[in-house]
């Protein structure tokens, strides 16, 4: 149903954020065509990323396998890569011929939200009975009292540990806290110095050749010294703040007194044994499991070392969302269901993605099946704890003036971790860009 609500103040707030940014924008004209809805039945185009981490050709899998369950709806695979995915949709959308069904991350972009591209999932065959049945962190995709995405999965920032390596100097347990985690990565990068080892205590993801990590790795630390990204109402940016200061003062602690090397990759480093410990999106465990026979029976997952305020992280994946304007939103319900199922999210577990399903809420043998997984695997203790801890606050904020927070944190953030910059001017940097781009959003 089409929702014409605000819709030239919206054309108009676009409008004035698209002359901000080099990126195709999302129009919202007077009279824009929404879909019909169709009968069900029919073909849908569906565009997506390489999700299932470290197997991209299980899309395509799963894509057939759908196809192969039913006849009303037929679905077009596009595959994309992650380099540059989300601005071809976005262009595609913004010429009128983009996908039915695509991924989008959790949280998802204001932009799209405000033009009403994006159909509401009680609106193309979600029930509320299929909506209760999502852990509470599907408030990510909520917007005006409308969910909008149908997460496949959560990401949870934790903390990765070489088991042996903590072992060999002394510890039997990850650290718990940010002094723990500070003196234990600090007496490690000292005592393999002296032993010929090399080894560093931790790195933070972001800080190495994988510079679009920062953004997760710093909202989590940010997060858990107290801090926010905006105030309540989205209006002013807030990172120049003495949480903000608090947590960069702590994370330059590591580069001042050389216990961290600002490059030395995180991931490759820790499946070396050349890091002892990082931080990441617990999904990172794919990569480290492929590392064979330099990580099996050598590494752990722990919750994230508590800060001043709290032990929260980011909270990331992936959801499915629909073209409000395409002719067949039904089709792309029913596809979404399936893609999004109880069933299908309990696969990709096996990439130790986070069931977004309340386990008591699905079928019983879904629920078994869950249960298996986590009884199999002693890492999902601490992944889950780890997600019980956050909330979708933190992602909320994220959503306003979120392409310029994520692009400015990872030359602002860097610099001021690593010296380049005073705490002062990296945080006061990220709060003035991120501030135009709030503006441009009222």
């Not at 919202?28 to 197997?55: L, N, R, V």
């Not at 496949?152 to 934790?158: K, R």
């Not at 752990?300 to 969302?321: D, E, N, Q, R, Y």
């Not at 997600?387 to 003036?401: E, K, M, T």
């Amino acid at each position: 149903m089409a929702r014409p609500r605000r819709r030239l103040l919206i054309a108009a707030s676009l409008a004035s954020a698209c002359a901000l940014t080099a990126s195709a924008c999302i129009s919202s004209p007077s009279g824009a065509a929404t879909g019909s809805g169709g009968d069900g039945k029919g073909t849908i185009e569906f565009w997506s990323m390489p999700y299932w981490i470290g197997q991209d050709d299980k899309i395509k899998q799963l894509v057939d396998e759908f196809n192969a369950s039913q006849k009303d709806v037929t679905v077009n695979l596009t595959q994309l890569e992650w380099k540059d995915g989300r601005e071809k949709v976005k262009q595609a959308i913004a010429a009128g011929q983009g996908p039915d069904v695509w991924l989008m991350n959790n949280g998802l972009e204001l932009e799209y939200l405000k033009s009403q591209v994006l159909a509401p999932l009680d609106e193309i065959g979600y029930t509320s009975a299929d909506l209760a049945k999502f852990d509470d962190l599907i408030k990510v995709n909520e917007y005006e009292n409308k969910i909008y995405g149908a997460p496949l999965y959560f990401d949870a920032t934790v903390m990765l540990y070489r088991t042996d390596v903590l072992k060999k100097y002394g510890y039997d347990k990850p650290p718990a806290t940010w002094d723990e985690l500070k003196a234990t990565a600090a007496t490690i990068t000292a005592r393999s110095a002296t032993d010929g080892s090399k080894v560093s205590g931790w790195q933070f993801k972001g800080m190495d050749d994988h510079v679009n990590a920062i953004n997760s790795t710093w909202e989590s630390f940010l997060c858990q010294a107290g801090g926010s990204l905006t105030t309540p109402d989205h209006l002013k940016s807030t990172q120049n703040t003495e949480a903000g200061k608090t947590a960069m003062n702590y994370m330059r602690s590591f580069y001042q007194d050389k216990t961290s090397p600002v490059g030395t990759s995180a991931l490759n480093g820790f499946i070396d044994g050349k890091v002892a410990m990082f931080s990441f999106y617990q999904s990172v465990i794919a990569n480290v499991e492929a590392g064979g026979a330099k990580t099996e029976g050598k590494w752990a997952v722990a919750p994230m070392p508590k800060g001043p305020k709290s032990g929260c992280s980011m909270v990331g994946g992936h959801s499915l969302v629909a073209n409000a304007r395409g002719m067949e939103t039904k089709a792309a319900g029913t596809f979404m269901k399936w893609l999004a199922s109880p069933e299908r999210s309990a696969r990709y577990m096996d990439f130790h993605a986070i069931f977004p399903y309340d386990p008591a809420k699905v079928d019983p043998a879904v629920k078994a099946t869950y249960d298996e997984k986590i009884k199999g695997d002693a890492n999902w203790k601490a992944i889950l704890e780890q997600a019980g801890r956050n909330s979708p606050d933190l992602v909320l904020q994220d959503r306003h003036g979120w392409s310029t927070r994520w692009e400015k944190q990872k030359s602002a953030i860097v610099a001021g971790v690593n010296g380049q910059n005073s705490v002062e001017e990296a945080l006061t940097s990220v709060d003035k860009e991120v501030g135009k781009a709030l503006d441009a959003e009222r």
